[in-house]
């Protein structure tokens, strides 16, 4: 798809730094249709390998790059490439299409590439069904090249895993936030790990523990509620997408793969949480509303 003509697209990838590249080549499939669009598609994922990106900026690539195709092959390298960023946000978003039989083996390799990474994520029903469905789909291959790898892989996998625990994937769908709009999820959290990905214009306010603890703008950065300082990251995309883990009362955030809080005590960020020790997670957006997404989190 790549060879396709596209002069367009040639004249981005000709003018540009990979990194900026593959936003505007996004851009402009956008406005493409059919096999045009594919081509522009195909280029990204050529142009996202080399480009200096954390491995979630690749996924925000990749994720835009799927919603824009209906090209099973296509799918299927972009479902590989997720894989490879090793970030449980992709585990979150490809298990959409683990009943797919013809994204079966992209996906049976995905998953090997992530579980191998985390291996805490190895854990619950839904990991154990995947894992299962990916070694019926190495076998079938069992003689190709490369293929005892992967067996001998999602065997280990199979062999470590847990029954309790794992990330919670229970609302990865998409929750639209209208003005002021809220999403409480009502799961009582102390020490976690936490994902997602948010889109807003605005601001994006998010409770831990039950209480205000961040504001998130793509614009401006992230920034304890009590505080008037934020935080930058880079965001070249509208979607952006968030890692939080609270352990003893300490919180550590990065926004698009880039740490921007570092290990903060919860009760200097805001001094309402000090006898809260646990609680729930709330997001509230502003006039702008919000949406979110690939929200999952692992209790610890």
């Known amino acids: 798809m790549s060879k396709q003509p596209q002069d367009e697209a040639d004249n981005i990838i000709t003018n540009n730094a990979p990194e900026k590249a593959v936003h505007l080549l996004t851009n402009l499939a956008k406005q493409k249709s059919s096999a045009e669009r594919d081509a522009i598609l195909a280029r990204i994922l050529i142009n996202a ?3 200096t990106l954390t491995p979630e900026e690749r996924y925000l690539i990749l994720r835009d790059a799927d919603a824009l195709t209906s090209n099973d092959n296509l799918r299927s390298k972009i479902i590989l490439e997720m894989g490879n960023t090793h970030c449980i ?4 978003y490809i298990r959409k299409y683990y ?8 996906l049976a390799i995905a998953l090997t590439e992530i579980i191998s990474s985390h291996p805490e994520a190895n854990a619950g029903k839904y990991v154990h069904t995947l894992l299962n469905s990916a070694k019926q789909s190495f076998i079938r291959h069992y003689d190709e090249e490369g293929v005892n790898k992967h067996i001998d892989q999602i065997l280990t996998a199979i062999n470590n895993w847990q029954a309790e625990g794992g990330y919670n994937q229970n609302h990865t769908e998409e929750t639209h936030m209208g003005k002021r709009g809220f999403w409480i999820i009502h799961d009582e959290l102390a020490d976690f790990d936490l994902t997602f990905d948010w889109l807003t214009d605005g601001d994006l306010i998010l409770n831990l523990h039950s209480v205000p603890m961040l504001v998130f703008n793509r614009q401006h950065g992230v920034r304890l509620y009590k505080s008037d300082i934020w935080n930058k990251f880079t965001s070249n995309n509208n979607w952006c997408t968030t890692n939080i ?9 990065s926004v698009n793969g880039q740490k921007v809080i570092d290990n903060v005590n919860l009760t200097n960020a805001n001094v309402e949480a000090n006898n809260n020790k646990t ?9 702008n509303g919000a949406v979110i997404s690939q929200y999952c989190f692992l209790k610890k």
Request: overall charge negative.
């Open 49 to 51: 390998e080399h480009a």
């Open 89 to 92: 946000q992709a585990l979150a």
């Open 99 to 106: 009943c797919d039989a013809n994204l079966s083996d992209a």
């Open 245 to 253: 883990n609270v352990t003893a009362n300490n919180i550590t955030v």
């Open 279 to 287: 609680g729930l997670v709330k997001f509230l957006a502003d006039d």
